[in-house]
């Protein structure tokens, strides 16, 4: 498991690691290195860049829309594989129906057409509550996903900044990160120039304080989670 960054994976500038053990039969799944600033570093001047090259940031919404659909379809594709990695990793049941790569796929759908509508995406929660994210196009992006419903999550946080024509570095739970990086994958051959999603994974205390100590964008960042959850 590497950092992808700049489009490709590239290895860790920390030696140590840590396993990942399966949670179904209590044996090792992957190796994961515990990650570092030098890592957050590359990811953040490669997002830098291509946000400043415009090719992602100044492309008209339709473009961006057209795009994220293409990696809507590519999720949906690899949705029993993207599954299978989450499960293998954190335990989450393939045959679970909410929050899969599936719903994932869908929610990448809908983000894009919702931006060009408004600033913003409203989706309904429950019956009393909405969930509402800000559409501002701001430069480079840091965000953080929980360990459980891995792929739907990762989508959650990047759908949004990615249809406002933000570039964005990711770190995924060190609990489950596989799918993180494979739906980074898929978001290059959707057509997403290469930095506009990097991917870093690693421990909380090494890449996960790395990128929170970066606060360029912070003020944009805090009013992002915050519609996240606002109900």
């Known amino acids: 498991m590497a950092p992808f960054v700049d489009g490709v994976l590239s290895e860790s500038e920390s030696e140590p690691a840590v396993e990942v053990i399966n949670p179904s039969n209590a044996q090792p799944c992957l190796s994961l290195p515990e990650g570092c600033k030098a890592d957050v570093d590359r990811a953040v001047a490669s ?11 100044e492309a008209p919404p339709p473009f961006r829309k057209k795009t994220l659909h293409r990696l809507a379809d590519l999720i949906a594709a690899e949705a029993a594989a993207l599954d299978a990695l989450d499960a293998g ?25 919702q931006s060009i509508k408004s600033w913003s995406m409203c989706t309904a929660v429950t019956r009393t509550a909405s969930s509402l994210s800000g559409g501002y196009r701001a430069g480079w992006w840091r965000q953080w996903c929980r360990w459980n419903f891995p792929s ?8 949004p900044a990615l249809a406002a024509g933000n570039c964005v570095v990711l ?14 994958h898929l978001a290059l051959q959707a057509g997403l120039s290469a ?16 990128l929170g100590l970066r606060g360029r964008v912070e003020s944009y960042l805090r009013r992002q989670v915050v519609w996240l959850n606002h109900a």
């Open 171 to 184: 770190k995924p739970s060190d609990w489950s990160s596989r799918s993180a990086i494979r739906i980074a």
């Open 47 to 57: 997002a830098r860049r291509a946000f400043e090259s415009g090719l992602s940031s």
């Open 152 to 159: 739907y999550n990762a989508v959650l946080k990047v759908a």
């Open 195 to 210: 930095g506009v999603l990097n991917v870093v994974p690693g421990l909380g205390e090494t890449v996960g304080r790395a």
């Open 89 to 113: 990793e954190m335990g989450k049941p393939i045959g679970l129906a909410r929050a899969n790569a599936g719903a994932a796929a869908d929610l990448m759908r809908f983000t894009p057409r």
